[in-house]
Every structure is written in C-alpha cells, then in structure tokens.
T-cell receptor, first 113, second 114 residues
Framework: GNSVTQMEGPVTLSEEAFLTINCTYT??????LFWYVQYPGEGLQLLLK?????DKGSNKGFEATYRKETTSFHLEKGSVQVSDSAVYFC????????????FGQGTRLTINP | EADIYQTPRYLVIGTGKKITLECSQTMGHDKMYWYQQDPGMELHLIHY???????EKGDLSSESTVSRIRTEHFPLTLESARPSHTSQYLCASSVAGAGQETQYFGPGTRLLVL
C-alpha cells in the first residue's frame, strides 16, 4: 500500500540555520503531496502542497519540490525562526472517493534563539 | 482561513462514561474525517464520511461511532470510555472532486479517561 517515510526527529537547530526535513513516499498512480504543520496545542495546518511531478509548493519561506524520479518531497527553509518550532507532517493523497491522506510519522522541530 | 470547530477542546472523564466529541464546519464540505493522534504524534484515520448519511471506518479500528445527519456536523461518540481511549482527536474536512484533496483540520479535542 501507499506509505510516507519522514526523517526521524527531533530536530534542533539554531535560529537562521538552513532546514531540510526529508520525506519519501511509495504510491501507485500520481498522488498529490502535502506538508502540514502542527503548532503546540493546535490542529494541523496546510503549509504547502504539490499536485504533479516537478511542481514546487511554497509558503512562509518553506519550499518543497515533487520529485517523481526519487519519490521525494523534502521540506526546506533557508533561515528558520524560533516561531517555526512545531511538528511537521508529510502526506500524500490516495484514491478517489474519500480522498484519504496517508501521513508520515511527523518530525518535531525546535529552533533555539 | 478554514472554519472547522471542535468542542470540547479538553475533556477529563471517568471510565465507563458516554462521551460525544463535536465537530462542525461552515465551508459546506462534503467530506469529513476523524483522526486519532497518539502521544508519539502519529495520526490514524478512524472514521470518514462522503456526505450526509454516509460513514465509513478508517484504517485504525476504533470502538467509537460517528453519524452524519447534516453536512456541517460530524460527531464522534464513545459509548463507554476507557483509559485506552486517552488521546487527541482531530476532525478534518475537504471539498469533493479531483485535485481537491486538501484537508482542513480543527483544533482537536484532547481526551483523558481516568
């Protein structure tokens, strides 16, 4: 079945460091890919998405490119801030009908000032 | 901005009690979902709905039940709560149609069963 594998956490960085959180997937067909973010005590928020190969999703300085050849959707940000501390989830859509999402296990990111 | 609401946000309850977690959305979305999020952060789909009078079980077996009598409302019920039900429960909704897989999440209900 379809699956998503994320970089093991937790990840701790200093402010203004470069961030990469790896995400690879296994899927049949052509799923859409997503990054969601969960701040402490809150639900998930969509951070960015890409719907086809070579698409780049971007938002709030974060970027991820849909790489079909490597089945990857790595999240990057050039200069992180303390406010980026959160849990990040990579996900793919599968199937018609309910259009269920398959989530990775989440990566906890902590940014120190 | 997504408009999806969950109540209560926090609930502490004793074993054996019946509870209902409320989820409402004002976006007119056909599709709605319930996820259980364990302390290790992983999300498990426990129920979903295509629309009114449609409910399906998700990937993780759950003792909870759901109903969908109105488009905007998707409550989850536990007939007899147990400590193993302690978790965070997240509700989500999405628009029907190809290329519309984005799910919008509520703030969650954190449940503690003593």
């Amino acid at each position: 079945g379809n699956s998503v594998t994320q970089m093991e956490g937790p990840v701790t960085l200093s402010e203004e460091a470069f961030l990469t959180i790896n995400c690879t997937y296994t899927a049949t067909g052509y799923p859409s890919l997503f990054w969601y973010v969960q701040y402490p005590g809150e639900g998930l928020q969509l951070l960015l998405k890409a719907t086809k190969a070579d698409d780049k999703g971007s938002n709030k300085g974060f970027e991820a490119t849909y790489r079909k050849e490597t089945t990857s959707f790595h999240l990057e940000k050039g200069s992180v801030q303390v406010s980026d501390s959160a849990v990040y989830f990579c996900a793919l859509s599968e199937g018609q009908g309910a259009q269920k999402l398959v989530f990775g296990q989440g990566t906890r990111l902590t940014i120190n000032p | 901005e997504a408009d999806i609401y969950q109540t209560p946000r926090y609930l502490v309850i004793g074993t054996g009690k019946k509870i209902t977690l409320e989820c409402s959305q004002t976006m007119g979305h056909d599709k709605m979902y319930w996820y259980q999020q364990d302390p290790g952060m992983e999300l498990h789909l426990i129920h979903y709905s295509y629309g009114v009078n449609s409910t399906e079980k998700g990937d993780l077996s759950s003792e909870s039940t759901v109903s969908r009598i109105r488009t905007e409302h998707f409550p989850l019920t536990l007939e007899s709560a147990r400590p193993s039900h302690t978790s965070q429960y997240l509700c989500a909704s999405s628009v029907a149609g190809a290329g519309q897989e984005t799910q919008y999440f509520g703030p969650g209900t954190r449940l503690l069963v003593l």
